[in-house]
T-cell receptor, first 113, second 113 residues
Framework: DGGITQSPKYLFRKEGQNVTLSCEQN?????MYWYRQDPGQGLRLIYY???????QKGDIAEGYSVSREKKESFPLTVTSAQKNPTAFYLC????????????FGQGTRLTVV | DAKTTQPNSMESNEEEPVHLPCNHS???????IHWYRQLPSQGPEYVIH???SNVNNRMASLAIAEDRKSSTLILHRATLRDAAVYYC??????????????FGKGTKLSVKP
């Protein structure tokens, strides 16, 4: 079945360590996105990629990095520079970067201790 | 910033219709109106989208005001599985950062048996 997969579902890291969250899609979508969600809040955009080998900063990119070397993959690295990394991270993809339906993964809950 | 305004919460009884309002007074001619919903600890799920005309699909109906400054998502018969946070989002039909999905805080819908 086609879909978007995030792994792992839960992740624990020590403060000061970088951590990479995986996002893979087999929908042949051009566009991919990373969002962060804090308790009781809406989603905030971290990075987005309109097409392979391209990505742009979203509203809260500081302390994060991404790559888009393959169409199906858009990993997110949470670096030690991110001051409050504990959050629910959501990856999404859409056929095009504009007015098309976005499909979301089930999310990764990152806890930094 | 999100360009839509929604009530923080709404309640409904099971088996009854639900009308979820959204105001978007600054909508431009190229903005599509998208609705997503999010169940607890899951990624958002696409519900419906439209431009000017009312839209129907298997999940819901979207009623768009003639001046497009507001819209209403209609769930025809609420079930307990419809309890979620519903997000109304404007999405432009061309590239640039405006093509992104920018989420607000949404409306938390509770459904009573």
């Amino acid at each position: 079945d086609g879909g978007i997969t995030q792994s792992p579902k839960y992740l624990f890291r020590k403060e000061g360590q970088n951590v990479t969250l995986s996002c893979e899609q087999n929908l042949n979508h051009d566009a991919m996105y990373w969002y962060r969600q804090d308790p009781g809040q809406g989603l905030r955009l971290i990075y987005y990629s309109q097409i392979v080998n391209d990505f742009q900063k979203g509203d809260i990119a500081e302390g994060y990095s991404v790559s888009r070397e393959k169409k199906e993959s858009f990993p997110l690295t949470v670096t030690s520079a991110q001051k409050n990394p504990t959050a629910f991270y959501l990856c999404a993809s859409s056929r095009e970067f504009m007015n098309t339906e976005a499909f979301f993964g089930q999310g990764t809950r990152l806890t930094v201790v | 910033d999100a360009k839509t305004t929604q009530p923080n919460s709404m309640e409904s009884n099971e088996e009854e219709p639900v009308h979820l309002p959204c105001n978007h007074s600054t909508i431009s001619g190229t903005d599509y109106i998208h609705w997503y919903r999010q169940l607890p600890s899951q990624g958002p799920e696409y519900v419906i989208h439209g431009l000017t005309s009312n839209v129907n699909n298997r999940m819901a109906s979207l009623a768009i005001a003639e001046d497009r400054k507001s819209s209403t998502l209609i769930l025809h018969r609420a079930t307990l599985r419809d309890a979620a946070v519903y997000y109304c989002i404007l999405r432009q039909n061309y590239g640039g950062s405006q093509g992104n999905l920018i989420f607000g805080k949404g409306t938390k819908l509770s459904v009573k048996p």
